[in-house]
């Protein structure tokens, strides 16, 4: 729906529209996490955010990676590159779920158990948590829920259907081609290409557009501990 209702001179260009997503653009993160009896599932998702430590995800509550994180409470955050996208799509409209659920299996989404071995992604172990790493993804972000918020109360509707799961990331590590050089801790903006979802389709980043004023302040101002808030 392209509507021109509303007072268009007060920002020249602009139209009032009803998206049915309003999917402007994510990093893609492979979730992976364990049931209960330990079989590991792995989830393509963008519905993500960091601040300080704690990683915000956003995932649907009838997924297997939701139903997983409920009962075992543990994940990997695994960042593929905009190089691995065709692992990522891979994966793409399926689901651990057997059977699948009706909304899904009407668009198309089938079910499938072995979610590592249909991207061609090797699981190995992670370190303080069950979920299997993913070896490829240049970066591993080990993490414990924290909090499960339901998400859409206010619209009963959509009560109860999404979910927003506030991990801790306990464990980082990353791929030394992805590191900046000459640092123990830090990742090299330049060499880190993130994989963006965009309305539902893959993009890569461009190069710096800008110098950024923020990115003058010091890396280690913005790590947590006494006296420090985790905002940005
Ligand atoms: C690139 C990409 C991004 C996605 N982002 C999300 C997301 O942020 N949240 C979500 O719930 N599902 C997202 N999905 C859909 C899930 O992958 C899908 O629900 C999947 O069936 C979950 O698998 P599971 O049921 O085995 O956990 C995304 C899918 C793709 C391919």
């Not at 927003?164 to 990742?187: M, N, Q």
Request: glycine share 10%; with cysteine; proline share 10%.
């Amino acid at each position: 729906m392209t509507t021109t209702s509303g007072d268009t001179s007060l920002a020249p260009g602009h139209v009032t529209v009803d998206p049915a997503i309003l999917y402007f653009g994510t990093p893609v993160a492979l979730l992976s996490t364990v049931d209960a009896a330990g079989r590991p599932n792995l989830a393509p998702m963008s519905s993500v955010f960091w601040l300080g430590h704690t990683a915000v995800l956003g995932l649907g509550a009838r997924s297997q990676t939701a139903r997983n994180l409920r009962e075992t409470g543990e994940c990997v955050i695994n960042l593929p590159s905009a190089g691995q996208v065709a692992a990522v799509d891979r994966i793409a409209r399926t689901t651990a779920r057997d059977p699948v659920p009706a909304r899904k299996a009407a668009a198309g989404y089938t079910h499938e158990p072995d979610k590592f071995g249909r991207a061609g992604l090797t699981p190995v172990p992670a370190e303080v948590v069950a979920p299997p790493r993913a070896a490829e993804c240049p970066v591993h972000l080990e993490a414990r829920l924290v909090h499960t918020h339901p998400l859409g109360r206010d619209d009963p509707a959509a009560a109860g259907g999404t979910l927003a799961f506030e991990v801790r990331v306990l464990r980082v590590h990353v791929h030394e081609s992805v590191r900046l050089p000459g640092t123990a801790h830090r990742i090299d903006p330049d060499r880190w290409r993130p994989l963006i979802m965009s309305f539902q389709q893959f993009y890569g980043l461009g190069p710096r557009v800008h110098a950024s004023r923020l990115g003058e302040i010091d890396e280690e101002w913005y790590r947590p501990g006494p006296g420090t808030s985790p905002a940005r």
